[in-house]
């Protein structure tokens, strides 16, 4: 079946001219019709615009052309613009809003030759980890429909983890690809922050925010990074550090890596399957060669609300755009004031005004130093820690998500236990370095259990070649929903 197929294997097809880019965009579009109505992966779908990319992909390729990506279809996640494009970020003010120009991921994706299938659901302006946030729908897991995605990119996970494109795009602030990743069961990477330009991407936390592959295994996910990364002009806090071939790299050698484990880590109220995973996945790259460790992250515990002073307040002053004059919802009131208060107050959901009024109010006079400048002084000791672990190891293996995929309504109505449903994933944004989650494991409820690998800032190669390492050795991410 072809939406079956991962990036490598679709190309060497397309390559071969057994299947036609045309012939592969049409059958997801099949698969697409068949099995989102129970899934709401997407918001929007671009059928016209993806067959003739496929078409131009044909001819290319027909004309001699090739790259790893000519012809193959993708989907993007709705905060990031694409030409022609809603760009909603899951909110109902921007819900008219189509940008007449493409995120520089993007344009270099479709530089490459690669189809876009459409626009994929998040948690409104990301701000979410179950994708329960959408002012357009709750997405479902594709394990159990019951279930989250995890989020805010939880449109993209879901649609890799059904074979509805052959890998997808996501922005994690705080864990929101990776943690998607684990609860689906795919491969998602979080860059080092300044590795992928954030130009075309809408803001929710700039020092935070970062663009991120998901994909059905490690060889897809490192091709598509390496497609994304690289410096832009347009990106003032993009590196011009030269960007390794992370596909090429990839082999099943763990002699002589170091692998730190966080004993920090291993909390009280984990999941039990989870703990147990993640360690019989310690065993496996110890089996194939590598050193491991246990490493000190002292200030671990911090990461939660030095995050959620942060990126609140750095949210209050993005989202302070969105006053309704230029785009997007306007509900005109006459006066000016009258018109933001209406267009802002009806525009945004819940979430979003809880963190634009947290983040407000820990810039205010009075409270800034008492929380935003603490919060950035405890951000530095918590990437000391990472700088410090990385000068003993290579790669840093941990969880993911304390749990496997919790039930839709579970904790939508409990805030600070949604918000530690990251509580492994946001303290590698507050650093700076890079992340990434595979499958590791099943529960009892057949629920997908990822491992996290982390490696220092720009250290995508050697984390990358560990995850395949891991991956050559296991099944876990051959194993697929059963859908009807």
């Not at 803001?203 to 091709?223: C, E, H, N, R």
């Not at 979430?351 to 130093?369: F, P």
């Not at 650093?431 to 494991?441: D, E, K, Q, R, T």
């Amino acid at each position: 079946m072809l939406p079956s197929l991962t990036i490598h294997e679709a190309h060497a097809r397309l390559a071969r001219h057994e299947i036609s880019a045309v012939e592969l965009t049409r059958s997801i579009y099949d698969r697409i019709d068949r099995v989102d109505p129970a899934l709401h992966a997407y918001l929007h779908l671009a059928r016209e615009s993806a067959l003739a990319q496929a078409q131009a992909a044909d001819e290319r390729r027909a004309n001699g052309e090739d790259t790893p990506l000519l012809g193959v279809p993708l989907a993007i996640k709705d905060v990031i613009c694409v030409d022609g494009q809603p760009a909603t970020a899951g909110s109902k003010i921007l819900q008219n809003f189509v940008p007449p120009y493409d995120a520089t991921a993007v344009a270099r994706l479709r530089a490459l030759g690669a189809v876009f299938l459409g626009k994929t659901n998040t948690d409104e302006f990301a701000m979410g980890s179950s994708t329960e946030n959408s002012a357009y729908g709750v997405t479902h897991n594709p394990w159990d429909v019951e279930r989250v995605p995890g989020g805010s990119s939880g449109g993209s996970a879901a649609a890799v983890a059904a074979d509805l494109c052959l890998g997808a795009f996501g922005s994690d602030t705080g864990g929101s690809v990776r943690q998607p990743a684990s609860l689906c069961g795919v491969v998602g990477i979080k860059p080092s922050y300044g590795r992928v330009s954030r130009y075309g991407l809408i803001a929710f936390a700039s020092s935070l925010d970062q663009i991120g592959p998901f994909a059905k295994d490690v060889i897809d996910a490192a091709t598509l990074l390496g497609a994304i990364a690289g410096h832009d002009p347009l990106d003032s806090t993009s590196m011009t550090a030269p960007v390794p071939d992370y596909a090429s790299r990839l082999n099943g050698d763990l002699k002589g890596v170091r692998v730190g484990v966080p004993k920090e880590y291993f909390i009280d109220g984990m999941q039990p399957e989870v703990e147990q995973s993640i360690h019989a996945a310690i065993d496996v790259l110890k089996s194939l060669g590598a050193e491991i460790r246990e490493v000190s992250l002292p200030h671990t515990d911090y990461g939660l609300p030095v995050y959620y002073i942060i990126a609140p307040a750095e949210a209050s002053a993005n989202l302070a755009r969105f006053d309704s004059v230029r785009y997007g919802l306007r509900i005109d009131r006459g006066d000016l004031w009258e018109t933001y208060r209406a267009t802002r107050g009806e525009g945004f959901g819940p979430e979003v005004k809880r963190r634009i009024m947290l983040g407000t109010y820990a810039l205010s006079t009075g409270y800034y130093d008492a929380y935003y400048l603490k919060a950035q002084k405890v951000r530095t000791l918590i990437k000391r820690d990472y700088d410090t672990a990385f000068e003993q190891v290579d790669v840093i293996a941990c969880p993911v998500s304390p749990t496997t995929a919790f039930r839709i309504g579970e904790k939508v109505d409990d805030p600070l236990q949604m918000y530690l449903s990251d509580v492994f994933t946001l303290n590698q944004n507050l650093a700076g370095i890079c992340g990434v989650s595979l499958p590791c494991g099943f529960d009892g409820q057949n629920l997908p259990i990822g491992l996290q690998l982390n490696g220092p800032a720009f250290g995508e190669a050697q984390m990358l070649q560990v995850a395949y390492a891991y991956e050559q050795a296991t099944e876990w991410h051959t194993r697929k929903p059963e859908l009807a």
